[in-house]
């Protein structure tokens, strides 16, 4: 239980994080962010056993995205769910303890999130640009993600492994 209010906590805080003035001091070249809501759902897809924790925290956070954004409703719902559903299913297979794994893991899941999210613009929104937008933003963002990622992931998992260690 602990572990899981843990999560939501994470999944907040990287939330507000995101969303305040403290993103502009890790922003490169005034355009490439990094996305701290998705690195949070990737730490606890990782660390979660429970499958169904992860995609309902997914879709809720996806879901929270899309109604404080404006834009079309469920994209990011969608795609989040999507992504972290595919990643539990392979989870199994795969080990992400090192730094190159946890880069590896962050770019790849990232650029997947990006594309799709594009993807469904395109097909929904019309929006032109898919291709540019994807090289511009998309794989800058995957890759700063991606560098980003292991530092964070290795917060996460100290802090985490205090508080549940404290908690039991």
């Known amino acids: 239980m602990i572990s899981i209010i843990f999560n939501i906590i994470l999944i907040l805080f990287c939330a507000v994080l995101q969303s305040s003035p ?34 309902s925290l997914a879709f809720s956070t ?33 080990s992400i303890l090192r730094f190159e794994q946890i880069f590896l893991f962050v770019f790849i899941s990232s650029v997947t ?22 090289i511009t933003l998309g794989i800058p963002s995957s890759l700063y993600n991606a560098l980003l990622g292991p530092v964070f992931f290795y917060i996460f998992k100290a802090v985490h ?4 260690r404290s908690g039991t």
């Open 161 to 164: 492994k205090r508080i549940v």
């Open 113 to 134: 999130f990006e594309i799709t999210v594009l993807l469904l613009y395109k097909i929904f929104a019309g929006t032109e640009g898919y291709f540019k937008n994807l």
């Open 62 to 94: 996806g879901l929270l995205i899309d109604i404080l954004s404006s834009d079309l409703t469920g994209v990011n719902a969608f795609c989040l769910t999507l992504l972290i559903f595919v990643i539990n299913l392979i989870k199994k297979n795969i």
């Open 22 to 55: 403290v993103i502009n001091f890790f922003t490169l070249l005034n355009w490439i962010k990094p996305d701290f809501i998705i690195l949070s759902i990737l730490f606890v897809t990782i660390n979660e056993e429970n499958p169904l924790i992860s995609e």
